[in-house]
């Protein structure tokens, strides 16, 4: 039972993602994985907060009746709408749904412009952002924005059904890393903007979580687990992997991520490099795409093969894949910010029209979008040490290969892990020491792919990139 003298002290990570719960029980004080559960969600850009709920219940059946401590980290910016009695007014709006986008060019022109974005709040509103999703529901939605009393994220929504939720004394928190993703939260100032919040939501001042410092607790389950304050997902993939500032983490997984460590503040006016807090106290400056692992899968499904077979059928083309390129906005973008595109895929002619050259062209369009989210934020003057590869995507040691060509420089791969989860449960372990440092868990083993040695290769693969989307989107 939680807090037994007679048993090692065990914590459970949360990561409840677009696509799935997933969670793994861990040993507090060494950090080694015990136990994992799983569970999907529905498919969509819109979804009953309730299925989340039902998953985390599912994929932890067995597993969090006994834990000593808990944590949730989940996908950052979705919108949960609640009315007064703590009950959702509509489906949550995921990070994905881009009805917004017109919202937040609105936003963006009601201010001023992105640089004072920038400097109020470290990031220039996009569709992914709560703030438009606000500024949406009052536009479209008002009988549903006037209905709505409280404002939480998922995470924090998670969070608060972990302690008891509606109908108990438990207040809402969240954690200042997914507070930073809102659009009306300054990591610099450390709190709330309720002047934009107003400004976004027609004048409406809906209740707000209570920002948690990193390492206190939201409460406690019914069974008595210590239930921290949780985060966002990219933050807690941050924590789970232990990065220090100089290391660069680019994670593909249905989005594709780049971000790193810094102790200091960062405010891109040109909105490409989202200047959010991390989970510790420091800060996680972040370049996000939509779209990464489901340019492999859906390429994949196209060419009528299992996605465990794009990989090897990839390493089969040459690099470039004979002229073919892929522009691989097969759900619009968020970075570059051009949220009506579609994919295209250019340079097709009869002599390179071939299964492995498409499956090269898909690895190589993916991985040219994050090289220029890398890019994005060495603009920021990140120190880019170590350059570590995680994600679905991560898994096919192609990827590995081709990122390191692309990016002209030793590349990282840990071993596949749940670090979203992990991070979680890293968390949780820290609130239950209640210590100002996180607990020394050991990092993952890796493997080091090196720097090619001719880096011509992967910038002609890069200036084919940019010549195309050049054609396209001017």
């Known amino acids: 039972m939680p807090g037994s003298d007679t048993t090692m002290p065990t914590v459970a ?4 993602s677009t696509q799935s719960c997933k969670i793994v029980v861990c040993d507090a004080d060494t950090g080694k994985v015990l136990h994992r559960g799983r569970a999907p969600h529905p498919d969509g850009t819109e979804i009953n907060p309730g299925a989340w709920w039902q998953a985390l219940l599912q994929a932890g059946n067995g597993l969090l009746e006994h834990v000593d401590a808990v944590a949730v980290a989940g996908q950052q910016h979705g919108l949960v709408a609640l009315d007064s009695a703590g009950h959702p007014v509509r489906d949550a709006l995921l990070w994905n749904d881009t009805r917004s986008a017109r919202a937040a060019a609105d936003l963006v022109d009601e201010l001023d412009g992105p640089e004072k974005w920038a400097e109020a709040v470290g990031t220039v509103p996009v569709a ?18 006037d209905r709505t009393a409280r404002v939480l994220l998922p995470h924090d929504w998670l969070t608060w059904q972990l302690c008891g939720g509606p109908g108990t004394r438990i207040e809402p928190v969240t954690d200042r890393g997914d507070a930073s993703g809102t659009g009306y939260w300054s990591p610099v100032d450390g709190a709330y903007r309720r002047d934009l919040l107003s400004v ?7 209740q707000l979580p209570r920002v948690l410092g990193p390492f206190e607790a939201a409460g406690r389950t019914p069974q008595g687990a210590l239930v921290a304050a949780g985060t966002g997902d990219n933050m807690g993939a941050a924590l789970g992997l232990g990065i220090q500032p100089g290391d660069v983490v680019i994670s593909l997984g249905t989005s594709g991520t780049a971000y790193t460590c810094s102790v200091r503040p960062t405010a891109d006016p040109t909105g490409a490099v989202s200047g959010f807090a991390d989970a510790t106290g420091h800060f996680l400056p972040l370049v996000c795409t939509l779209n990464a692992a489901r340019v492999l899968s859906s390429t994949a499904r196209m060419l009528g093969i299992q996605l465990d077979d794009l990989g090897p059928l990839a390493r089969a083309a040459e690099p470039g894949a004979d002229g073919l390129v892929l522009l691989p906005y097969l759900g619009g973008e968020r970075t570059p910010n051009i949220p009506e595109a579609a994919a295209s895929l250019m340079g097709m002619r009869k002599t390179n029209m071939h299964p492995h050259n498409v499956a090269r062209a898909a690895v190589e369009g993916m991985l040219c979008n994050m090289a220029d989210a890398l890019d994005r934020l060495r603009a920021q003057d990140v120190d880019a040490r170590r350059i570590l590869v995680i994600g679905g995507a991560a898994k096919a040691p192609v990827v590995g290969e081709i990122a390191a060509e692309i990016f002209g420089t030793s590349v990282t791969v840990p071993e596949p892990e749940e670090y979203v989860a992990l991070g979680a449960a890293r968390q949780a372990a820290w609130a239950l020491a209640g210590t100002p440092e996180p607990p020394d868990w050991p990092l993952a083993s890796s493997r080091r792919i090196p720097a090619p040695a001719d880096g011509t290769t992967g910038r002609r693969i890069r200036d084919g990139y940019a010549n195309a989307r050049l054609l396209v989107y001017g």
Do not use: C, I, Q, Y
């Open 13 to 16: 990570g949360v990561d409840s």
């Open 200 to 206: 976004a939501f027609d004048g409406r001042t809906p």
């Open 128 to 145: 992914a952002l709560t703030v438009a999703k606000l500024r949406w529901l009052a536009e479209h939605e008002p009988e549903r924005a």
